[in-house]
């Protein structure tokens, strides 16, 4: 258990919905990153956050949005859905923004968009 | 932008031997980490081994090693003494300044242990 919870763990949509991926960084940590995980794409970095604000974008979308709150947990808000967005999303945390800081996993959400 | 890559879509080891994973990728940073992450069928990304760029002697932890080449930009996953509960999904990871230190990931490696 690597102390980073995410909800829920599955999740079936139709397309053209708007969904909501929520995550509890560990306890301490005040980075948190998204990353998705798709056939197609491989394992891909979409967003960052450090104490409530973004710090880096990677391949996100604009029909994707993210935001920390002031609690540090994070949500990830998918939008006007794809079947193409069928995907494992994946939390991750650290303490700061460093290399050398460990990300450490959540178990991840699994989206199926029908 | 910095690309990770890893050759080996698939590999086979038996039980008790060694097998070793490449990755190359590419970069203009001076100072960055690499990652070795583990993926088995639970889908739970587990961390295995990291290497910073500026420390030459190549990371070990227990059975699992690296062999970095910096100027080759190669950085290869040796697992000695390799166990059933080795097999799984093996991503090489960059991570630098340039990317806010967000992981950048190969497309996989899946290890196959044999008895």
């Known amino acids: 258990d690597s102390g980073v919870t995410q909800t829920p763990k599955h999740l079936i949509t139709a397309t053209g919905q708007r969904v909501t991926l929520r995550c509890s960084p560990r306890?301490?940590?005040?980075?948190v990153y998204w990353y998705q995980q798709s056939l197609d794409q491989g394992l891909q970095f979409l967003i960052q956050y450090y104490n409530g604000e973004e710090r880096a974008k990677g391949n996100i979308l604009e029909r994707f949005s993210a935001q920390q709150f002031p609690d540090l947990h994070s949500e990830l808000n998918l939008s006007s859905l794809e079947l193409g967005d069928s995907a494992l999303y994946f939390c991750a945390s650290s303490v700061e923004v460093a290399a050398y800081n460990e990300q450490f996993f959540g178990p991840g959400t699994r989206l199926t968009v029908l | 932008a910095q690309t990770v890559t890893q050759s080996q879509p698939e590999m086979s080891v038996q039980e008790a031997e060694t097998v070793t994973l490449s990755c190359t990728y590419d970069?203009?940073?001076?100072?960055?980490?690499l990652f070795w992450y583990k993926q088995p069928p639970s889908r739970q990304m587990i961390l295995v081994i990291r290497?910073?760029?500026?420390?030459?002697q190549n990371a070990t932890e227990n059975r699992f090693s690296v062999n970095f080449q910096k100027a080759a930009k190669s950085f290869s996953l040796k697992i000695s003494d390799s166990q059933l509960g080795d097999a799984a999904m093996y991503f090489c990871?960059?991570?630098?300044?340039?990317?806010?230190?967000?992981?950048?990931f190969g497309k996989g490696t899946s290890l196959l242990v044999t008895p």
């Open positions: 306890s301490g940590d005040l980075s």
């Open positions: 290497q910073e760029a500026y420390k030459q």
């Open positions: 990871a960059y991570s630098g300044v340039n990317s806010g230190y967000a992981l950048n």
């Open positions: 970069t203009s940073e001076s100072d960055y980490y």
